[in-house]
């Protein structure tokens, strides 16, 4: 096995619509200088789902230094004034994103394991709202299942699985099942955004211990937290190493 350590860069809330472009210019310097493996990015790539906002965030993706895996937050689908669009195509754009990107990185080491927790409607009015269904819970085993020899399991999706004490709240439908059957399929950590202020905890599901980590943003909506990212280390020898940077505190 490798002894040498992998980077990953982990970045959510883009927002672009209400971009912060300082921070975003600030994170491409810093992928820059250290070359990760992979940039690891966990939706609310837009502010309203809109085609010219799409179309800021693809050039701004594809011109990052390093492979990037994406998956879509509640803000990716179009708004609520475009009611027909968000019901029969919420999703056309951020796959468009998607296919216009080269392929999201395949690590020797690490598997990295996409988790829809978003939805186009629900029954609830808040439908920022996190909620894993359980065919996609069941598409997320399957990756997991594909990539069961390689020894460090990260899942992304957009919503915290179980809320972690944060100012903003996942409220994710379906959390506490995916994150228990996630553990019995051996993750090792589930990364997230939405909240828009980094945490990092190991919670137990089922007896067994799953590391939830998350992001803050790189737009101008801030919360608790300056823009920032996380920098995830993984060695055999050393395991996964956590660190949050914010724009404020530099390198």
Partial sequence: MPTTSTTLFHV???????EDSAALDWFVSEAARERPAA????????????????????????????PVLVVPGNHDVPYYHHIVRRLIQPYARFRDLVASLPPPPDLAQIAL????????AQWRLNW????????????ALQGLAAQSGKPLKLVLGHHPLID????????????????TALARAGVD???SGHVHDAFDLTAQADGLPVRLIGAGTLSKRLRAS????????????????VSKRTMDMGA
């Fill in 12 to 18: 959510s809330d883009l927002h672009f619509g209400q």
């Fill in 39 to 66: 940039i690891l990015c966990t939706g609310d790539l837009t502010m309203r789902g809109s085609a010219g906002e799409f179309a800021q965030a693809r050039e701004w993706l594809a011109g990052l230094p390093a």
């Fill in 113 to 120: 394991i996409p988790l829809k927790t978003i939805a186009r």
């Fill in 128 to 139: 920022s709202k996190g909620r894993v269904a359980a065919r996609d819970l069941d598409a």
């Fill in 164 to 179: 972690a004490g944060t100012e903003g709240s996942g409220s994710t439908r379906g959390g506490e099942r995916a994150l």
């Fill in 189 to 191: 950590a589930v990364l």
């Fill in 226 to 241: 300056p823009a920032g990212y996380n920098r995830l280390e993984w060695s055999p020898a050393e395991g996964l190493k």
